[in-house]
């Protein structure tokens, strides 16, 4: 990991968490030419899977810190992609969102503000901004709150 980031990461009280196995039949990441594409990961934290449904038993400020955990997630599989050296990192292409949330709350953008603003924090600018969508779903693994995946530039 580039010093830049982990002073950054250390900045924020944050550090990244070992990159998490596959679930079930799949590979955590591809990579295609300069594009690496890391598979959702779920919001889970120190405690384990972070849990809830946005608009029911989860406030908005739990949603956006588990779109947040997500992206430390997404972070540590590009880490563990370029074997440990995140300057390798060129940009965040792009970000597909799963808020598991009910039919009424319509504020899934603002929960992926957490994994988006993160990146913006700990990342250059040139290399953090990205196209994204954000959409509420009627569940998802584990109960989860958020599931990210990401499409990311490396050299």
Do not use: W
């Not at 924020?12 to 990579?31: D, Q, T, W």
């Not at 030419?33 to 849990?51: E, K, M, P, R």
């Not at 965040?92 to 953008?109: E, G, I, R, Y």
């Amino acid at each position: 990991m580039t010093p830049d980031i982990q002073a950054r990461l250390t900045d924020l009280g944050l550090a990244l968490p070992p990159a998490p196995a596959p679930a079930a039949n799949y590979v955590p990441f591809v990579l295609a030419g300069d594009l690496l594409h890391v598979s959702g990961q779920v919001a889970a934290d120190a405690n384990g899977f972070i849990i809830g449904k946005l608009g029911d038993t989860m406030d908005l400020d739990g949603g956006v810190a588990a779109a947040r955990a997500c992206a430390l997630s997404l972070l540590a599989q590009v880490n563990a992609a370029c074997d440990g050296d995140l300057s390798r990192l060129r940009r965040v292409v792009k970000l597909n969102a799963f808020v598991n949330s009910t039919a009424d709350f319509t504020d899934q953008p603002k929960v992926v503000n957490g994994a988006s603003d993160l990146f913006a924090a700990l990342l250059d600018p040139a290399v953090s901004p990205h196209a994204r969508s954000a959409v509420g779903v009627a569940a998802l693994p584990f109960g989860v709150a958020v599931e990210i995946d990401g499409i990311f530039q490396i050299g």
